[in-house]
């Protein structure tokens, strides 16, 4: 039968691996790109001609550099969205993961009458429950996410570390919600680690790219284990 | 600044509204790095340089959006 430790280990595991994952499809489809950009400065008789029949853009010639070059920044936009989303999803599954073993820490909760009357046993109404809580718990992540790792895990963030975390999650939120371009919001999330001023664009260049994949690795490498030695006090 | 590689002026690329960016090959790459710092340009080199048939490997430096490419490529043909 699977233990905390065990159901930790393997949520870590699949958090690791998806990391990997998005970093290896930025990689390789990068190359794949670059070496299209490459061929065409190095062979200027290679010309080739793609057509979307879908939408009828034509790749040729005439555009495929600068397509090329958007196409890459987008890949490392996008990828670099995924990977924060990957902490966010690891650390909801965590706690989820951790209510489902100690219910009781919820125990001072009221729970809806109509989602009492609606379930069919007992479990169904502590796992929506949890669920809820686990939901509303996201909603607030900014603010309580290093006081509910301190409070449940005896876990403490570094403030490095949470400043890196906070800098990451707000150039998400430019590149996810913003075009990319900073504004007031990202600076009050960031405080002293903003990388850019208001309306300058914020740029993702691979240092910083493989800096962030790392700490976010390292970060689920150490709570997992927090998780777990709390487990056996 | 001519690329031995290509033999090709080294020219900044700005098309739409991708970023802007440099192809050099890497005999002369520290050679645009050092202009690109001297002048206080921010940029990052790809993190793999490609070779194709044997050719000289081929870098891509991307520029900061916020940059202007006009400023950077007079940059780079004043320090030729």
New interface residues.
Partial sequence: MATIADEINGLRDHSLQSLDDIHNFY?HT??IL??H???M???PDFHQSVKNQETQQVLDDN?A???T??YV?ELRSATFQSMVMQFEGFYSDVFQLWYSYHPGNLAGQKVEFEDILEAPNKEDIIRKHIQTHVIGMAYTWIITWRSNLESHFKFTVSDERAAQIAEAKATRDIHAHNR?YVNQEYLRKTKNSAR?AVG??L?I???YY?KTWKMIKSLIGDIAEAVKKQKTR | MIDP??KKQLAV?A?????P?I?VSLDVLKELEKILKDGNI?Y?V???A?S??Q?PY?A?V?L???EDPKAVQQLIDRAA
Avoid: C
Wanted: net charge negative.
């Fill in positions: 990689t990068k190359q670059r070496k950009q490459i061929m400065t190095m062979f555009n550099f600068s397509s070059q958007k920044d990319g850019n300058d664009y740029d260049p691979e240092d493989d | 590689a290509t690329s098309d739409g509204d991708a970023s960016y192809i921010r990052w790809d993190h793999e490609i194709i048939n050719k081929l891509v991307n900061s959006r916020n």
